[in-house]
């Protein structure tokens, strides 16, 4: 069974820094495009980044770019998601996903969310 488990997530003020881990499991992934998506209350899914497991090419969205990054842990099948500079439009449920194919349209597989929120 894939399982992708996300943890990391909690309450940080502005400007503070949060490391989000993705724990994948159940699958090899080598093939797959990782990476992870927001949702912020009242507003749709939107990409933020992602990372092929095999050669760590990193894509990024333009309002993440420069704080955010993306980065791989192949011996332990885990995914990062390493936020800096964070500020209050930050504030949404981060979900990891995995997607054969590595274009992000429509992920395979997805985390449960773990909740960042951005004080002001």
């Known amino acids: 069974q894939v399982q992708l488990v996300e943890s990391g997530g909690g309450l940080v003020r502005t400007g503070g820094s949060l490391r989000l881990s993705c724990a994948a499991s159940?699958?090899?992934?080598?093939?797959?495009?990782m990476g992870w998506f927001r949702q912020a209350p009242g507003k749709e899914r939107e990409f933020v980044a992602a990372?092929?497991?095999?050669?760590?090419?990193?894509y990024y969205a333009g309002s993440v770019k420069g704080r955010f990054t993306i980065s791989r842990d192949n011996a332990k099948n885990t995914v990062y998601l390493q936020m800096n500079s964070l500020k209050p439009e930050d504030t949404a449920v981060y979900y990891c996903a995995a997607d054969r194919a590595a274009t992000m349209r429509n992920p395979d597989y997805w985390g449960q969310g773990t909740q960042v929120t951005v004080s002001s």
């Open positions: 990372i092929r497991w095999s050669g760590g090419n990193t």
């Open positions: 159940g699958r090899t992934f080598s093939s797959y495009l």
